[in-house]
């Protein structure tokens, strides 16, 4: 059964810092997607990670993928409020998919 | 265009009652699917239609739950007889499977209370 864990949980931190949430699955996958939820909103789609080695970027944010140690990142650059929400993970499993239980990040003026 | 809606936004039943939660996908999206979220959890997979046919339905808890897409279109995830348990917010998403990903679009959700 494919778990995906991602850590930490909960992270704040003061806007301009760096930081890297970690997404570790249990078995083979080479698809993953990051999503990010805003309170009491649903998920919208970040990155799209097809292979081994991929990276994404989109402005303060990028992802990226290490198919081999089942791990995928998430970092942070000079972070901002407005980047305040949960993030999730989830791993194809396939056609269905298979989420962390999401990192709520609070960042702090 | 039109992104993944779902109605009603909000319900609030009774214990024992039965409810239909309805998702509209994206136009041209073939495949569809059900997650069911708790508070402070990720989503977790309830059901996969590709075109009108469930591909798979093993995520669905129990035999109170049924999910239908009788045009290829529409979905309806139908619950009898609730329990308190089954309070959640029910995700709708649907994907085009085009190429060799399957970037799910989802919907606002239907929060589902059961007294």
């Known amino acids: 059964e494919l778990k995906v864990e991602q850590n930490p949980l909960f992270l704040s931190m003061q806007e301009g810092k760096n930081y890297t949430i970690y997404c570790n699955y249990s078995?083979?996958?080479?698809?993953l997607y990051w999503y990010r939820q805003d309170p009491g909103k649903s998920l919208e789609s970040l990155f799209v990670l097809l292979s081994n080695g991929a990276v994404k970027q989109e402005g303060r944010l990028m992802a990226s993928l290490d198919t081999k140690a089942r791990l995928s990142t998430l970092h942070i650059t000079a972070a901002v409020h407005d980047l305040s929400a949960t993030y999730f993970c989830?791993?194809?499993?396939?056609?269905?998919?298979?989420f962390g239980q999401g990192t709520r990040l609070t960042i702090n003026p | 265009g039109a992104g993944v809606s779902q109605t009603p936004s909000n319900k609030v039943t009774e214990k024992g009652k039965y409810v239909e939660l309805r998702c509209d996908p994206i136009s041209g999206h073939t495949a569809l699917y059900w997650y069911r979220q708790s508070l402070g959890q990720g989503p977790e997979f309830l059901i996969y239609?590709?075109?009108?046919?469930?591909?798979?339905d093993s995520g669905l808890p129990n035999d109170r739950f049924f999910a239908v897409r009788p045009e290829g279109s529409v979905s309806t995830l139908k619950i009898q007889r609730t329990e308190r348990g089954d309070s959640a917010v029910y995700l709708c998403?649907?994907?085009?499977?085009?190429?060799?990903?399957?970037?799910?679009?989802f919907g606002p959700g239907t929060r589902l209370t059961v007294l």
């Open positions: 989830a791993v194809d499993n396939p056609q269905k998919l298979v």
């Open positions: 239609f590709q075109g009108t046919g469930a591909a798979d």
């Open positions: 078995t083979t996958s080479d698809r």
């Open positions: 998403a649907s994907s085009s499977l085009a190429g060799s990903y399957n970037e799910q679009f």
